[in-house]
């Protein structure tokens, strides 16, 4: 029974730093490199990554635009518009 | 965290100090209190009244005088001590923060790179003194950016501009 209060306990405990999700992550993503998304999430997300280690993530933003995300196997990130 | 127990340091001693001074007078009042007879004599309770209202009213300047000095020192204490921040601290902290997302962090860190090469094409073209305040704006900007990234680690956010000046110099000394 303790236990179970316990983890009750620990669930509801506010965490210092909420975690960011894929879709917001991405959103933030576009806008840091300077493309309007007209909100915090994007949603329709397809994700692909070759076998060189690049991956390709395409989304849609709040306002309808719909980009590419190029992150490469240096790591370095690109985004480009699809429409 | 360490920050927050860096500054609480030297904080502590000058309020105690301001404590003992502000004792002090107050231990003079109660000694003419106990010496003289109030009880006996309404003239002498009324001049032992009027010499503790003089104390009393002495005792701000003394404590102005002694406090500011101190006050100073702490002060002088603080702005020398806040830098202590170490980079390596700082980049493994915004490589395990949960404040900003992986690609997020992946396109800063790109951003990063690129001033650097911005910095050390400028170094080699020997045009980095002419153009560093222009250097310093975009250095600014951008710092402003992850800062604003990190809205949901604000611990992090306060030392990362507490640290601007080493992060800045780290930039100017690496091409040095």
């Known amino acids: 029974?303790?236990?179970?209060?316990?983890?009750?306990?620990l669930f509801f405990l506010p965490t210092q730093v909420l975690a960011v999700t894929s879709a917001e992550d991405i959103a933030t993503t576009i806008m840091l490199r300077g493309h309007p998304c007209g909100g915090t999430a994007v949603?329709?997300?397809?994700?692909?990554?070759?076998?060189?280690?690049?991956?390709t993530i395409r989304a849609?933003?709040?306002?309808?635009?719909?980009?590419q995300v190029d992150v490469s196997s240096e790591g370095r990130v690109s985004v480009k518009r699809l429409n | 965290m360490v920050l927050g127990?860096?500054?609480?340091?030297?904080?502590?001693?000058?309020?105690?100090?301001?404590c003992v001074k502000q004792v002090e007078p107050e231990a003079n009042i109660e000694h003419v209190s106990e010496t003289g007879n109030i009880k006996a004599n309404?003239?002498?309770?009324?001049?032992i009244e009027s010499s503790t209202k003089k104390k009393v009213e002495a005792e701000p300047v003394a404590v102005v005088k002694t406090i500011p000095k101190k006050a100073a020192k702490t002060v002088q204490k603080k702005s020398?001590?806040?830098?202590?921040?170490s980079l390596e601290?700082?980049?493994?902290?915004?490589?395990?923060?949960?404040?900003?997302?992986?690609?997020?962090?992946?396109?800063?860190r790109s951003d990063v790179f690129d001033f650097r090469d911005t910095v050390e094409s400028y170094r080699?073209?020997?045009?980095?003194?002419?153009?560093a305040e222009m250097l310093k704006g975009r250095f600014d900007g951008l710092l402003l950016k992850i800062m604003t990234l990190l809205e949901r680690d604000p611990d992090l956010s306060k030392d990362i501009h507490l640290a601007r000046d080493s992060i800045w110099k780290s930039f100017v000394e690496v091409q040095s």
């Open chain 1, 1 to 9: 029974m303790k236990i179970l209060w316990v983890s009750m306990a």
């Open chain 1, 43 to 55: 949603s329709q997300i397809e994700d692909q990554a070759d076998g060189a280690g690049n991956r």
């Open chain 1, 60 to 67: 849609t933003c709040p306002n309808g635009n719909r980009y």
């Open chain 2, 5 to 18: 127990l860096f500054l609480s340091s030297p904080i502590i001693p000058t309020v105690q100090a301001g």
């Open chain 2, 42 to 47: 309404k003239t002498d309770a009324n001049k």
């Open chain 2, 80 to 85: 020398v001590q806040t830098p202590e921040i």
């Open chain 2, 89 to 108: 601290q700082l980049v493994g902290r915004l490589k395990e923060t949960k404040a900003i997302g992986f690609l997020t962090k992946l396109a800063i």
């Open chain 2, 124 to 131: 080699k073209k020997k045009a980095f003194e002419a153009n």
